[in-house]
């Protein structure tokens, strides 16, 4: 999964990643899902793991431009986890009383503690992306907060947060035939937001914006990964397999009792 | 004031700061207690006005060994300003929630919004003072803290925060006559914790934790003040004058009336 990581320092253009490869999978649609659910699996042993050895902490976050499939990754990859490990944190407009502080505020209030694994629906990035392209502060305001977010997030990892970043990554004309299909499906009418339109048209800052943003926050200690998400089966593949190999990577193992239990009787 | 604020980068020893230096008052703990007088009008009209004009947010750190005097400095300091728009933030013993994020968690959380006057008593920098002298960290683990702190500190300032810091200096002798009238009147006994003592026992590593504390992070938007604190009445006129000072060269202005408010006549 390495080819879609983002290395520190490196400059992206979104032009030179297709959203609709599917490289690493030799097979089709029917392969990807049964590929998924034994990742299903490793990932609903390795959360269990990680609630026991209580330890480090989880951060994963979900950007993408909408119907990129954010609600759709938490669905189907996080299927079959325990709940009482993993929370969705979702970052809508803020409140007045979020407006009043800092952008990283709510953020942090809601970061993982030990043992738990907490999925960002959306995040501090809006902060670079919606707020600039809209032009919601001064230039100099947000321009300043790539180096405030790096440093957040350094001090999270410091702290024992392994941090997992994706980016949804879809087309145009995707976007389109997902919109549509809101519109037309009476069972997906409902995430059907006329302000959507607005967005859309605002498409190539928002890719200028999220640009900047990989460029200049992926680091090895809170990577950007770049997932082609117009095929969703292989989107879900991709992320499920980052989080199983890095989950993996941490090595942990279940806490040894204190006292020596093999000589205890249940009366 | 600018005589006890610390400069950006500038090694403090803490032998060559005396803490029972009177300088900046001509006159006797009469004159001091008169002037504090004056500062604190002066305090409660600039703190209307932080909460009228809902522009910057205010925070004051106060740092200082057992009797040192941070709750006196709250107390005699702010007495009059509007409970409204000033909140205290005590920070003890972390509770397990807490533990189990990282050491800015709890912090953030209480860091003033527009328009509020948040005082901490103790603070972020404990976790390089308490948590260093009883090594509850490996020593790589609190070394990274300073650089965590100064980034965590200058995205608050950059994002609308004044950040003013007090560290009340005392000394040994002081602290003994401080302990010991705790134990003497009944009405102080309350405040007497046998645990302090243990502490005091460590006054060495303290100073020294405390020395590389106003050395590492003492920065141009979040600048350390020592302050002279055996005689509690100047260590009071010095904090005042400092945050007077400080409030006034925000040039705050009541916001002005949407509308024309001069042809309002009330029904």
């Not at 900047?212 to 397999?241: E, G, H, Q």
Request: aromatic share 10%; net charge negative.
């Amino acid at each position: 999964m390495e080819k879609y990581r983002v290395k520190p320092g490196q400059r992206i253009h979104l032009k030179d990643w297709d959203p609709n490869e599917t490289d690493l999978l030799d097979g089709d649609k029917d392969e990807g899902k049964e590929r998924l659910e034994a990742l299903n699996r490793d990932l609903e042993r390795l959360q269990e793991l990680l609630y026991a050895e209580h330890k480090h902490k989880v951060l994963i976050v979900l950007q993408g431009m909408d119907t990129s499939g954010k609600d759709g990754v938490i669905r189907h990859v996080f299927e079959g986890v325990n709940p009482q490990g993993v929370r969705v944190a979702n970052f809508k407009v803020p409140t007045p009383e979020e407006l009043d502080h800092d952008y990283l505020w709510r953020i942090h209030r809601q970061t993982p503690g030990k043992g738990e694994m907490v999925i960002f629906n959306r995040s501090h990035y809006e902060d670079v992306l919606v707020v600039r392209v809209h032009g919601l502060v001064p230039a100099e305001v947000w321009q300043r907060r790539y180096a405030h977010i790096n440093a957040f997030e350094q001090m999270l990892a410091e702290e024992g947060t392994l941090i997992l970043k994706f980016f949804l990554h879809i087309d145009l004309d995707e976007q389109k035939k997902r919109l549509q299909a809101r519109l037309d499906d009476p069972t997906k009418r409902w995430k059907f937001n006329p302000g959507d339109l607005q967005e859309r048209a605002l498409w190539a800052e928002y890719m200028r914006a999220y640009e900047d943003v990989l460029s200049k926050t992926s680091t090895d200690y809170a990577p950007w990964y770049i997932v082609p998400s117009n095929k969703k089966w292989y989107r879900n593949y991709v992320v499920a397999s980052v989080l199983v190999e890095a989950l993996k990577g941490l090595h942990m193992q279940y806490p040894q009792p204190k006292d020596d239990l093999s000589r205890v009787v249940i009366p």
